[in-house]
């Protein structure tokens, strides 16, 4: 079956400019997870969602990051007046369930973003 | 705080030399661990987990709490091995590494 898509691809945006990043997670998984992939600094945990609820927001990295989930699938992470370094590859998974961590996280091909 | 540490960056080895991928972590709690894997120009996914005690493409891992470590072994390394990999700890959130870059040369 269809794993997890995320679009688009690639992504260049002029500094100080709004993203949307978006996720599609595998059919049936209520759990949900955003994370960044910077060069040197491994993989970044910035939110998870358990439906469309968010209950840890705690890795986004200012005010100006935010997401949201509807319909308890698709996913859309907001980057709002983009700096230089938001530039990383940000990847979404999505796993069964949330409550035991030890399902397995299956992940997208990742949206690359580079803000000049 | 929770902390998954992967000291080396980078290790290569021969093709047939044992490998060991190094993966230390700080839980205050009872940890669940992961190994990711991410082969070149594919996605990240996951290799084995410490619940399951298996065996995935020859690798496996022992969780050894007295040393907070759990370090990926494979006693003859392929080629095709050679990949990205990402130690993760589950504490409410999944907190990785920052990864190893395996190169197993011919």
């Known amino acids: 079956g269809a794993g997890v898509s995320q679009s688009p691809s690639n992504k260049v945006t002029e500094k100080g400019k709004d993203v949307e990043l978006r996720c599609d997670p595998i059919?049936?998984?209520?759990?949900l997870y955003w994370y960044r992939q910077s060069l040197g600094q491994g993989l970044e945990f910035l939110i998870y969602f358990q439906g469309n609820s968010a209950p840890d927001k705690s890795g986004l990295p200012s005010d100006r990051f935010s997401a949201e989930r509807t319909g308890g699938s698709v996913s859309t992470l907001t980057i709002q007046r983009t700096q230089q370094e938001d530039s990383a590859v940000y990847l979404c998974?999505?796993?069964?369930?949330?409550?035991?961590?030890?399902?397995?996280?299956?992940f997208g091909p990742g949206t690359r973003l580079t803000v000049t | 705080a929770q902390r998954v540490t992967q000291p080396e960056k980078l290790l290569s080895v021969f093709k047939g030399a044992p490998v060991e991928l190094k993966c230390n972590y700080s839980y205050s709690g009872s940890p669940e661990l992961f190994w990711y894997v991410q082969y070149s120009r594919q996605r990240l996914q996951l290799l084995l987990r410490?619940?399951s005690r298996e065996s995935i493409k020859g690798f496996t891992a022992d969780l050894n709490k007295g040393e907070t470590s759990f370090h990926l072994k494979k006693p003859f390394a392929q080629e095709e091995d050679s990949a990205m990999y990402y130690c993760?700890?589950?504490?409410?959130?999944?907190?990785f590494g920052k990864g190893t870059k395996l190169t197993v040369n011919p």
């Open positions: 410490h619940i």
């Open positions: 998974a999505s796993s069964l369930d949330r409550a035991l961590f030890s399902y397995e996280q299956y």
């Open positions: 993760a700890l589950s504490s409410g959130k999944l907190v």
């Open positions: 059919s049936g998984h209520t759990a």
